[in-house]
């Protein structure tokens, strides 16, 4: 007999057929009666002093409305982290696109004649825009050093370890910008109604983020601002903070002109204006015994936070947890810093931290390998943690899959046998090589998040089930895997079960659909709901049948008393009937969060790991330096697999969209402070063709935390694609990268400079 009913099979996703019709619509697509156009103006200098904000007296002003931050009809702050980003920029600005001003009118056209007609006077300011360049204080962007944030860990013996090293080994890695590129541009829509209250519309990651954005700013109680996503085109992190932005220009267009207003923007507007993953640099250095046992870790891992705190405080968290790797080191100490530039402020991305880490220590493994004349694999092997080991933060590990997913890696791409293979074969102008990398990613949010997040799930019952949710299916499925729980908790078909998108006025918060939670953590919220609409049925037929509830049992889908069974719906429907529709909650057991200290940095930082290894192989061109991925294998510890094919689905995205970030998506800063690329001709993604013939499996290994048992998923794919095709490039080459992506002009740079070697 299955373990399961619904838990490991694959049902067509419930919001398959209208997306697969067009009949979803997304923020572009809704009618809204009446509605007004709106749009920001935004800065065209990284740094300067507003001198004037002039209006040509040539336009009729009376067609639209004009709003800037001295005629703001609220708080100029946009809730976040911390509250320092305004709404809109006064007396000056510091960073390229940031929002100066708003407009709304009837229509684009009128809109953009009204921009044109604007003329900002600015004085120039001198603008940095690397970390090195804000270490040195001479142009001030944040509080009195630009030092956004920066934290410490230390365990052990560091000094001793380096005094009692064979080897010594250090090295600088650097990271660059990353586009999210998500299918759907930015877009939210306010409503202004009679009552006073505000209705916003959008492509969001987080309604409830946005609502508190709103009530903050606009000092709104919380029932006169609701917030509704639709159907969502993408996200990756990159619709985690910044609809929140884009909601509040919005609500003041619309609080002014009393009319709806909505906001699109173009996709050159979103690639110039909007978060990207921090760029990074981490130098560090080890203390290593001969036999390849590294007994000492020091890491300076440092962000570009761009001008602003934003989302770059829980960025910087996850990275100092994830940088030391998947290894057993006993002394370590990490510190890091989150600095301020002229530069857009960076956000979330997929991984949010830890790829930049582990792009980092996967490189430096590497590194001591080639130290050793030592296979990286065994290196590797050498140090993998295992259970009951402890990581820097002083959390004792267990549910540890590193080796495990290593070896199978390995065994399924015939590592040892083709590493041996290309490095002999260095002849002709296209050479191959292959790489590996092994990592992980902490499920749901750093520490205590989960516990101080207040996760709760409803579930409603009036002749359907209706299970309410803040989470948001921005593709990934969530709103077919979380009926999914339900009906496998319930003894129902996952298509009983209706899940309407998020409402603040109907659904309650159950959390943003970030950092990997949402099938963990709120799935597991889902089981607790469901295990009080089962106590709620108990009641109901105890008293009916006169028993004690105690005598109603729940096994296998079923209420049973003496000779008498109800399944859940006949269950409900009688309850139903009897005393009209009903509601139930779950909320997240105590024990199923994690117990962390922030300021010292110490203890459990996440309940559960999931665990990756890949091998990529490559073939390099050295006449034209393409570097072309040919085969990966993939192998991740999941916990277990609620919906197989949209677990692939989300390994094989992740992955390939890690490939792209170390190899082909150059993104950089212009001198004058805005991003390279203003259309998609100029920034390169992997397109089917691009991407290598691959492999993918995956393990399942319970945990006691999330739903049946499920662990984090969504960003784990992240995080070792980079180092494993890179360390290809060195077995095909001989060349040893430090920066990605490593486009052909930097591989060009490296192999002229180095002969085969830059190490």
Same mark, same amino acid.
């Given at each position: 007999?299955?373990? !399961?009913?619904?838990?490991?099979?694959?049902?067509?996703?419930?919001?398959?057929?209208?997306?697969?019709?067009?009949?979803?619509?997304?923020?572009?697509?809704?009618?809204?009666?009446?509605?007004? &156009?709106?749009?920001?103006?935004?800065?065209? &200098?990284?740094?300067?002093?507003? +001198?004037?904000?002039?209006?040509?007296?040539?336009?009729?002003?009376?067609?639209?409305?004009?709003?800037?931050?001295?005629?703001?009809?609220?708080?100029?702050?946009?809730?976040?982290?911390?509250?320092? %980003?305004?709404?809109?920029?006064?007396?000056?600005?510091?960073?390229?696109?940031?929002?100066?001003?708003?407009?709304?009118?009837?229509? +684009?056209?009128?809109?953009?004649?009204?921009?044109?007609?604007?003329?900002?006077?600015?004085?120039?300011?001198?603008?940095?825009?690397?970390?090195?360049?804000?270490? $040195?204080?001479?142009?001030?962007?944040?509080?009195?050093?630009?030092?956004?944030?920066?934290?410490?860990?230390?365990?052990?013996?560091?000094?001793?370890?380096?005094?009692?090293?064979?080897?010594?080994?250090?090295?600088?890695?650097?990271?660059?910008?990353?586009?999210?590129?998500?299918?759907?541009?930015?877009?939210?829509?306010?409503?202004?109604?009679?009552?006073?209250?505000?209705?916003?519309?959008?492509?969001?990651?987080?309604?409830?983020?946005?609502?508190?954005?709103?009530?903050?700013?606009?000092?709104?109680?919380?029932?006169?601002?609701?917030?509704?996503?639709?159907?969502?085109?993408?996200?990756?992190?990159?619709?985690?903070?910044?609809?929140?932005?884009?909601?509040?220009?919005?609500? &003041?267009?619309?609080?002014?002109?009393?009319?709806?207003?909505?906001?699109?923007?173009?996709?050159? @507007?979103?690639?110039?204006?909007?978060?990207?993953?921090?760029?990074?640099?981490?130098?560090? /250095?080890?203390?290593? *015994?001969?036999?390849?046992?590294?007994?000492?870790?020091?890491?300076?891992?440092?962000?570009?936070?761009?001008?602003?705190?934003?989302?770059?405080?829980?960025?910087?968290?996850?990275?100092?947890?994830?940088?030391?790797?998947?290894?057993?080191?006993?002394?370590?100490?990490?510190?890091?810093?989150?600095?301020?530039?002229?530069?857009?402020?960076?956000?979330?991305?997929?991984?949010?931290?830890?790829?930049?880490?582990?792009?980092?220590?996967?490189?430096?493994?590497?590194?001591?390998?080639?130290? %050793?004349?030592?296979?990286?694999?065994?290196? *590797?092997? $050498?140090?993998?943690?295992?259970?009951?080991?402890?990581?820097?933060?002083?959390?004792?590990?267990?549910?540890?899959?590193? +080796?495990?997913?290593?070896?199978?890696?390995?065994? *399924?791409?015939?590592?040892?046998?083709?590493?041996?293979?290309?490095? /002999?074969?260095?002849?002709?102008?296209? +050479?191959?090589?292959?790489?590996?990398?092994?990592?992980?990613?902490?499920?749901?949010?750093?520490?205590?998040?989960?516990?101080?997040?207040?996760?709760?799930?409803?579930?409603?019952?009036?002749?359907?089930?209706?299970?309410? &949710?803040?989470?948001?299916?921005?593709?990934?499925?969530?709103?077919?895997?979380?009926?999914?729980?339900?009906?496998?908790?319930?003894?129902?078909?996952?298509? @009983?079960?209706?899940?309407?998108?998020?409402?603040?006025?109907?659904?309650?918060?159950?959390?943003?659909?970030?950092?990997?939670?949402?099938?963990?953590?709120?799935?597991?919220?889902?089981?607790?709901?469901?295990?009080?609409?089962?106590?709620?049925?108990?009641?109901?037929?105890? #008293?009916?049948?006169?028993?004690?509830?105690?005598?109603?049992?729940?096994?296998?889908?079923?209420?049973?008393?003496?000779?008498?069974?109800?399944?859940?719906?006949?269950?409900? /429907?009688?309850?139903?009937?009897?005393?009209?529709?009903?509601?139930?909650?779950?909320?997240?057991?105590?024990?199923?969060?994690?117990? !962390?200290?922030?300021?010292?940095?110490?203890?459990?930082?996440?309940?559960?790991?999931?665990?990756?290894?890949?091998?990529?192989?490559?073939?390099?061109?050295?006449?034209?330096? #393409?570097?072309?991925?040919?085969?990966?294998?993939?192998?991740?510890?999941?916990?277990?697999?609620?919906?197989?094919? %949209?677990?692939?689905?989300?390994?094989?995205?992740? !992955?390939?969209?890690?490939?792209?970030?170390?190899?082909?998506?150059?993104?950089?800063?212009?001198?004058?402070?805005?991003?390279?690329?203003?259309?998609?001709?100029?920034?390169?993604?992997?397109?089917?063709?691009?991407?290598?013939?691959?492999?993918?499996?995956?393990?399942?290994?319970?945990?006691?935390?999330?739903? !049946?048992?499920?662990?984090?998923?969504?960003?784990?794919?992240?995080?070792?694609?980079?180092?494993?095709?890179?360390?290809?490039?060195?077995?095909?080459?001989?060349?040893?990268?430090?920066?990605?992506? %490593?486009?052909?002009? /930097?591989?060009?740079?490296?192999?002229?400079?180095?002969?085969?070697?830059?190490?």
């Amino acid at each position: 007999m299955p373990e !399961f009913n619904v838990i490991g099979t694959s049902p067509a996703r419930l919001d398959g057929r209208e997306k697969v019709t067009g009949e979803a619509q997304f923020i572009a697509d809704r009618a809204i009666p009446g509605c007004w &156009v709106g749009a920001p103006l935004p800065s065209p &200098v990284a740094h300067g002093r507003i +001198r004037a904000i002039v209006r040509d007296p040539d336009f009729d002003w009376s067609r639209v409305v004009f709003v800037d931050a001295a005629s703001l009809p609220c708080r100029n702050f946009v809730h976040m982290v911390r509250d320092d %980003l305004p709404i809109l920029a006064g007396e000056k600005v510091t960073f390229a696109t940031q929002a100066v001003a708003l407009v709304a009118g009837p229509d +684009r056209a009128t809109v953009d004649e009204a921009l044109r007609h604007i003329r900002l006077d600015i004085e120039p300011l001198e603008a940095v825009f690397t970390v090195d360049e804000a270490l $040195k204080k001479e142009v001030l962007v944040w509080g009195e050093d630009n030092v956004i944030d920066e934290y410490r860990i230390d365990r052990g013996d560091v000094a001793r370890a380096f005094a009692e090293a064979d080897l010594v080994v250090e090295g600088n890695y650097a990271t660059g910008l990353h586009e999210q590129l998500y299918l759907e541009n930015q877009g939210m829509a306010a409503i202004p109604h009679d009552d006073g209250s505000l209705e916003i519309l959008g492509s969001m990651q987080c309604p409830y983020y946005v609502q508190g954005a709103l009530v903050q700013a606009l000092e709104m109680a919380p029932e006169k601002v609701r917030v509704r996503a639709g159907h969502l085109g993408g996200g990756f992190g990159g619709k985690e903070d910044y609809p929140s932005v884009m909601a509040l220009w919005a609500a &003041v267009l619309a609080l002014r002109s009393g009319h709806p207003v909505r906001i699109l923007f173009e996709r050159g @507007e979103d690639l110039q204006s909007t978060p990207k993953r921090h760029p990074s640099t981490t130098h560090i /250095r080890t203390a290593v *015994r001969r036999d390849g046992t590294v007994t000492g870790l020091e890491i300076e891992l440092r962000f570009n936070g761009g001008a602003f705190t934003t989302l770059s405080r829980v960025v910087q968290q996850r990275g100092m947890l994830h940088c030391q790797g998947a290894y057993n080191i006993p002394n370590v100490a990490i510190h890091s810093l989150t600095v301020a530039t002229n530069m857009v402020p960076s956000g979330a991305y997929r991984g949010f931290g830890a790829p930049q880490g582990l792009f980092a220590i996967e490189r430096h493994m590497d590194r001591i390998a080639d130290a %050793l004349a030592m296979d990286p694999l065994d290196l *590797r092997l $050498k140090n993998i943690v295992a259970e009951g080991d402890r990581f820097p933060c002083g959390q004792k590990l267990k549910g540890v899959f590193a +080796r495990q997913v290593l070896e199978r890696v390995v065994e *399924r791409s015939d590592y040892r046998r083709k590493r041996a293979l290309y490095a /002999r074969s260095g002849e002709g102008p296209v +050479r191959r090589g292959i790489g590996l990398s092994v990592a992980f990613h902490g499920g749901g949010f750093t520490g205590a998040g989960e516990a101080t997040m207040g996760t709760v799930v409803r579930i409603d019952y009036d002749g359907t089930f209706s299970l309410h &949710v803040s989470s948001t299916d921005m593709g990934q499925g969530a709103l077919t895997v979380l009926p999914m729980i339900a009906a496998e908790a319930l003894g129902l078909r996952p298509e @009983e079960i209706r899940a309407p998108g998020p409402d603040s006025a109907v659904g309650p918060n159950s959390g943003p659909t970030v950092a990997s939670r949402t099938t963990m953590y709120v799935g597991r919220v889902v089981t607790e709901a469901c295990s009080s609409l089962i106590d709620e049925l108990r009641s109901f037929l105890a #008293e009916r049948e006169k028993v004690s509830p105690g005598a109603i049992a729940f096994a296998r889908g079923a209420l049973h008393c003496r000779t008498r069974s109800w399944t859940v719906a006949q269950a409900a /429907r009688a309850r139903y009937e009897s005393s009209g529709a009903f509601s139930v909650e779950g909320r997240l057991p105590t024990e199923a969060a994690a117990v !962390f200290d922030l300021e010292k940095f110490e203890g459990e930082a996440y309940k559960a790991y999931a665990w990756i290894a890949q091998a990529v192989e490559v073939d390099v061109d050295v006449d034209t330096y #393409e570097i072309q991925p040919v085969e990966a294998t993939v192998v991740a510890e999941i916990g277990r697999a609620i919906h197989p094919v %949209l677990v692939e689905g989300q390994i094989a995205g992740g !992955f390939l969209q890690a490939l792209g970030w170390s190899h082909i998506e150059d993104l950089t800063v212009t001198p004058e402070g805005r991003f390279s690329a203003d259309q998609l001709n100029g920034y390169l993604i992997p397109t089917t063709l691009d991407r290598p013939r691959w492999e993918i499996s995956f393990m399942e290994e319970p945990c006691d935390v999330g739903a !049946f048992g499920a662990k984090g998923l969504g960003e784990l794919p992240m995080n070792g694609a980079a180092p494993a095709l890179v360390s290809a490039v060195e077995n095909a080459t001989g060349v040893f990268a430090t920066e990605i992506p %490593l486009t052909g002009e /930097r591989l060009f740079r490296l192999m002229e400079t180095s002969g085969g070697t830059n190490r």
